[in-house]
């Protein structure tokens, strides 16, 4: 069966900063899924976690300038969610892009899996599923998830193979292996606060903005 043609990626995160994990996973699933882009989504007020520290300017900055290196490869940066007030649901995200590409093209919810295993915390969870797939990232240092119902909510829709995923679009959760990489946003926030060098974990572009604007370099803008 040929893919669907119109395969959207959705990758959302806090991105506070973005960095090389967020990247390659992000490659990756592209093209594992055969989508014509992937779209990368800033929250800007995220309902289950602490506020950022980097203000949604700086982060959509960042974002921005570490995709504008990635155009090519069809990585986009969406700022979707800044034009709405309250907490950024993901729910409301998805209603908004099925709007937008239409009920036949596939959209494929990305996330890496420590976000997934506490996925039955959002908003109107089990309503994911009904506009769109749902892909989930391994990640090192993160095995299954452990709750109950997460558990059975992916034991229910998980697809066996890709090619499930372009038959209907929306329904099914996939778990990919992709490049194991331990970076995150935290550690890097951490070894800016202590002056520790961050090379290869970020792209340049988002090194120097950092350094420009004297990001996280206080307890408070850290921990
Ligand atoms: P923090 O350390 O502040 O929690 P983070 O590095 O987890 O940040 P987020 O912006 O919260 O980054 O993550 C956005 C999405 O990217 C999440 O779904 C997360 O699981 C996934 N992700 C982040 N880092 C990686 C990585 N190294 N490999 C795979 N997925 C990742």
């Known amino acids: 069966m040929p893919l669907r043609p119109h395969g ?9 900063p973005i960095h090389v994990g967020h990247l ?31 203000s949604v300017n700086h982060r959509l900055k960042m974002l921005q300038l570490a995709l504008s290196e990635q155009v090519e490869q069809g990585l986009i940066a969406d700022d ?3 034009g709405r007030s309250g907490p950024s649901y993901t729910l409301d995200t998805l209603s908004e892009i099925r709007a937008r590409v239409g009920i036949e093209a596939s959209i494929c ?19 994911l599923l009904d506009i769109a797939h749902i892909v989930v ?11 109950q119902e997460v558990l059975e909510f992916m034991k229910k829709w998980r697809a066996t193979s890709i090619k499930q995923f372009h038959e209907a679009p929306a329904g099914k959760i996939f778990i990919m292996k992709t490049t194991p990489l331990r970076i995150s946003s935290t550690e890097i926030r951490s070894a800016l606060l202590k002056k520790e060098p961050t090379s290869c974990l970020l792209p340049d572009t988002v090194a120097n903005y950092i350094k420009e604007n004297e990001l996280y370099q206080k307890t408070r803008d850290i921990l």
Request: proline share 8%; aromatic share 12%; net charge neutral.
């Open 137 to 147: 990232a391994k990640r090192p240092g993160w095995g299954e998830p452990k709750n």
């Open 80 to 82: 979707i969610e800044l």
């Open 24 to 54: 390659r996973t992000a490659l990756e699933l592209k093209q594992a899924f055969n989508l014509e882009e992937m779209r990368m989504i800033p929250s800007a007020w995220p309902p289950h976690r602490l506020t950022p520290f980097g």
């Open 8 to 16: 959207i990626g959705l990758f959302g995160g806090t991105f506070d």
């Open 109 to 127: 919810l990305c996330l890496g899996i420590d976000s997934f295993a506490d996925i039955n915390t959002w908003d109107k969870w089990r309503s």
